[in-house]
């Protein structure tokens, strides 16, 4: 989902760009009033685990494979503003570094997967436990449920961003179907990859795993 | 090119990108200039072109949205072969492919000549928040060390034995992962642990920064101002 | 005023947060620029015990004083005063080495210590000087060997001078020449040490006096070489000297 240069035009992309920075800009308020001064090391070492997370292919069917994006498997694991922030480092670093994703796109990019869908996907995950009312099973279901929509829900968002500015001659409602389709079927590996692996995490250091000690509140 | 200071490049290639996303694919030749551009800036900086542009690409839904462009219906129609194609869907997808390549090639040379350190520097320069570059900074210390790590246990999967078929054999890869995320999470803890016995608390001493002259501004701006230059020829020629 | 660096730790205890006893009742007193081996088995609170030596664990019960503080957690002053007094080198280099280039992560400690930049590039570079690895002063720490980095981790250290330095397994995973080239900058050094290690022959030789640690008590502390003539003792304690060493 690392959208390449041209796809959206600028005043788009700058606009998302502005609400990426709001989004970047809270999380590191929030990440630093939980973590402290350990916001750094700690969420340096997550983005790193992102980074090479999504590395390991996990082979599908006839020599295909495919990756995990981990921005909702973050998100139970460590919170969604340090998630968010992993997620966001993550990203630029591969714009920059790495030639992936357009860098005119970096904020439409970062807006999409690390503010949108890690947010997205945690408040899900925390909705669906509260309605298990925190049963056993409860947060691996509700990490499959979270991991699932934050992909097609990020999807979702780049279609909404092609209707505001895209450039080129394919309907949106056509984008976003397309886009919705494949992004439901890539959502399912994402809910299997995320609940497998919070439960071998949840099976060694459960103390790690952010999601488990957090209730909903409720927030508006 | 190597030696321009990270947030210059990044500025200069942001800016480059700007004047090349907002120009109407109608005027061809000042894209034709666009690349003369790219690959004046490619002979400078003595990259290895080919090497780089293996990793370079654009991702497959990208791809696909482009192609299938011409296909759609609607305004004029032109015919190639047994093909019957839309002029306003292949302008379209032609657009796409050519700024996307263009992106592609830019952020290729950016992250070729850029070490992660100048790039850290340049970060610092622009005044990204503190917590961000630190953040940053760690990722790159340590994605080496994680790495090593990884390949480790996947040396140690497969000297046991170990295939991967398919999605039976996924529980082996998030059991790695999860492991991964307890090795990276400690690695955090113990790394934190190290810099509070050296006096941290809380402030990175800044990243020691590179002198950034004019001269290094006068360079970096060339780019985007030759990308000017071809725009508004393009505009006077063209329109 | 002059300072007058010691250890002195009195019926220590500690709990890990899971519960995990580590330390049970450790008493101990350590003059000034003594040098100490702390000796013990995999698992026996070494390097736990290490960590309550300049603050980052807190007793769960006892006291610790370093030189003329007591160690507070709630004293922020003091804890600070105390990091600069006492240097730890970790286990893991790269756990130690966490900035983009060996000389960032030297100047690391001087610079949070508060020290003009002309003091800091000095007792940087005499740092790296001490350890031979100024002129690797640009590299980064993942382009360098494991027995380089763990030099320059034990001269991130020796550039906040610190008054008592301890070392957490210092010799493991080093070459022969780098372990002999560590132990030389070691004696050269005019400070109090407290080396933890398994490496028998290593304590012999840099520390006249030596400790085991066992389940979290110290059940000896002796001169090193009776201690390493003791082989009952060392047997009980899962110790071991190489074979053919014989003192
Ligand atoms: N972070 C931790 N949480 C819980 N228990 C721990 C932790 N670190 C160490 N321990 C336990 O405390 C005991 C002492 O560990 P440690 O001080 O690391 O031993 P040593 O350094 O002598 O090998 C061991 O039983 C170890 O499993
Ligand atoms: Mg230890």
Redesign the pocket.
């Known amino acids: 989902m690392h959208i390449p240069d041209g796809f959206i035009n600028i005043p788009t992309a700058a606009g998302a760009a502005a609400l990426a920075l709001t989004g970047v800009g809270y999380s590191v308020k929030k990440a630093k009033g939980e973590l402290d001064e350990k916001a750094a090391p700690l969420i340096g070492l997550v983005s790193v685990f992102v980074f090479a997370g999504q590395m390991i292919n996990f082979p599908v069917a006839a020599g295909t494979s495919g990756h995990l994006l981990g921005g909702a498997l973050a998100a139970v694991l460590v919170g969604p503003y340090a998630a968010s922030l992993a997620l966001t480092v993550v990203l630029a670093i591969q714009a920059l570094l790495f030639a992936d994703g357009g860098l005119t796109a970096l904020g439409l990019n970062v807006f999409n997967m690390s503010i949108f869908g890690v947010w997205s996907g945690y408040a899900i995950f925390l909705l669906v436990r509260k309605t298990l009312r925190y049963s056993n099973s409860a947060l691996l279901i509700g990490s499959a449920v979270g991991a699932f929509a934050s992909v097609p829900l990020a999807a979702t968002s780049f279609s909404i961003q092609y209707a505001i500015g895209g450039e080129g001659t394919f309907a949106p409602s056509t984008v976003f179907t397309a886009m919705f389709g494949t992004h439901l079927l890539i959502g399912i590996g994402e809910a299997i990859i995320t609940t497998l692996t919070v439960g071998a995490v949840l099976k060694t250091r459960p103390d790690l795993v952010y999601g488990k000690n957090k209730r909903a509140k409720v927030t508006s | 090119m190597h030696d321009l200071p990270g947030h210059v490049k990044l500025l200069a290639f942001l800016a480059f990108m700007v004047i090349v996303v907002c120009t109407p694919i109608t005027r061809w030749p000042t894209f034709v200039g666009y690349f003369l551009i790219i690959v004046l800036v490619l002979t400078l900086s003595k990259l290895p072109a080919l090497t780089l542009a293996k990793r370079a690409t654009i991702e497959f839904p990208f791809l696909i949205f482009a192609i299938l462009m011409p296909f759609t219906a609607g305004g004029d129609e032109f015919e190639i072969g047994p093909l019957e194609l839309s002029r306003e869907g292949s302008i379209a997808g032609l657009n796409l492919i050519t700024k996307a390549t263009l992106g592609v090639a830019c952020s290729m040379i950016l992250a070729a000549s850029t070490t992660s350190h100048s790039l850290l520097a340049g970060f610092v320069r622009i005044k990204t928040p503190s917590l961000f570059v630190q953040i940053a900074a760690f990722m790159i210390r340590y994605l080496n060390v994680i790495n090593d790590q990884m390949t480790r246990m996947k040396v140690a999967r497969e000297s046991r034995g170990f295939v991967a078929t398919g999605p039976r054999s996924w529980p082996i890869f998030t059991s790695t992962l999860g492991a991964l995320f307890i090795r990276s999470y ?1 690695r955090g ?1 113990r790394v934190h642990l190290a810099m509070l016995s050296r006096g941290y608390s809380g402030a990175l001493s800044s990243l020691a920064t590179e002198r950034v002259s004019r001269k290094h501004w006068i360079y970096g701006a060339l780019f985007p101002l030759f990308a000017l230059i071809s725009f508004l020829l393009g505009m006077v020629l063209f329109s | 005023m002059t300072i007058k660096p010691s250890v002195q730790i009195s019926n220590l205890h500690y709990a ?8 049970n009742g450790v008493n101990l007193t350590i003059a000034s620029k003594e040098r100490v081996a702390l000796l ?12 309550h030596l300049n603050g980052i664990l807190s007793p769960t019960s006892g006291a610790i004083s370093i030189a003329d503080f007591t160690l507070d957690s709630s004293n922020k002053e003091i804890t600070k005063k105390v990091r600069e007094l006492v240097g730890i080198v970790f ?1 893991d280099p790269d756990d130690q080495l966490f900035m983009p280039t060996v000389f960032e992560d030297v100047a690391f400690g001087p610079t949070n210590m508060g020290l003009t930049e002309g003091e800091i590039e000095e007792r940087s570079v005499h740092a790296l000087e001490l350890v031979g690895m100024l002129s690797l002063k640009d590299r980064a720490p993942h382009h360098l060997s494991f027995g380089q980095r763990r030099r320059v981790a034990v001269a991130t250290v020796l550039a906040m001078e610190p008054e008592i330095l301890i070392l ?2 210092p010799s493991s995973n080093l070459d022969p020449a780098s372990r002999r080239e560590l132990s030389e900058i070691l004696l050269d050094l005019d400070v109090t040490i407290l080396m ?1 290690t398994h490496d028998l022959p290593y304590a012999f030789e840099i520390c006249e006096r030596s400790l085991i ?1 066992n389940q ?1 008590q110290i059940v000896a502390d002796d001169s090193t070489t009776s201690i390493l003539r003791n082989s009952d003792l060392l047997t009980a304690n899962r110790l071991e000297l190489p074979r053919g060493f014989a003192i």
């Open positions: 400690e803890e | 890990y947060p899971d519960g995990n006893k580590a330390l013990g088995p995999n698992g026996a609170g070494k390097t736990t015990l290490v960590m286990q957490d397994e933890v640690l979290g």
